[in-house]
């Protein structure tokens, strides 16, 4: 049985992956860390790490960057691992992150989903294949009309893990209608869409001569990236220190 520490509890996510615990027989929330005390969650709740004295094999952090040194100092202090689904983290907290993670096993993903880290090793191949065909690469990604950032993390993070296949040879080009000319063979091009209720759709476009190829993943529900947490933590709970990525949880 895997005892997980949930920070950001109360939070959206938080609420989620509590939802979900309730019927896992694997793995159980032991306690909750958020900035404001609750009860009704099955555990008992702290608003600091500093009060939190539950016995844990792994944390799951979904909450924000504030206050992330105090859950490092924590994990470190304890040799428990963090599966960190934060966002927004400045270059400074990843630099503590990467400090931290030469002591205890930090997993940290642009996006938990277990379908969206299968399309990333999909496109790595597809990337090496099609790119040398002479296929240009597209990235069209839709969400919600309160999404504040554009493109998404994830968006970013498919055209990375192209990128990185591919020599890190080509360009991003967010906004077309600055330059009128025909497209460069090596960019790839992130398009944004924002509306209604969408939680997150990211497909990725292959076009050749005569022919397009489309590899795409929609997230009908937050349960995705929840789920993926989970499946995180239960993979990370008995790693060596380092750092993780998602690709490394689905095997």
């Known amino acids: 049985m895997t005892r997980i520490i949930l920070r950001g ?18 793995a159980v929330i032991v306690a909750g860390v958020d900035l404001h005390e609750s009860t009704g969650n099955g555990y008992p709740v702290f608003t600091s790490f500093s009060a939190c004295n539950v016995l844990a094999d ?23 691992p ?25 997993l940290r993903s642009a996006n938990m989903s277990v379908g969206v880290n299968t399309v990333m090793k999909l496109l790595k191949t597809a990337a090496q294949v099609l790119a040398a065909a002479d296929f240009d690469i597209e990235i069209v990604e839709k969400h919600h009309n309160q999404k504040l950032d554009a493109p998404s993390g994830t968006a970013l993070a498919l055209a990375d893990v192209m990128n990185q ?23 790839i091009g992130i398009s944004a869409v924002r509306g209604g209720t969408i939680i997150g759709e990211h497909e990725v476009i292959f076009a050749g001569l005569d022919e397009v190829i489309e590899i795409k993943h929609t997230a009908y529900s937050r349960a995705i990236f929840a789920k993926g947490a989970i499946h995180a933590a239960k993979f990370l709970a008995d790693k060596v220190p380092g750092m993780y990525e998602m690709s490394d949880a689905i095997g």
């Open 9 to 26: 509890c109360n939070g959206r996510m938080g609420q989620e992956i509590t939802k979900l615990l309730k019927s896992d027989e694997q």
């Open 58 to 80: 792994v944390i799951i952090d979904f909450s924000s960057p504030q206050k992330l040194n105090e859950m490092l100092a924590f994990a470190e202090r304890n040799q428990l």
């Open 165 to 187: 296949v591919l020599n890190q040879e080509y360009d991003y080009n967010f906004d077309r209608s600055r330059e009128r000319k025909k497209r460069e063979k090596k960019e």
């Open 82 to 106: 963090v599966v960190l689904c934060t966002t927004g983290l400045s270059e400074n907290d990843l630099a503590m992150v990467k400090k931290a993670s030469q002591n205890i096993a930090i």
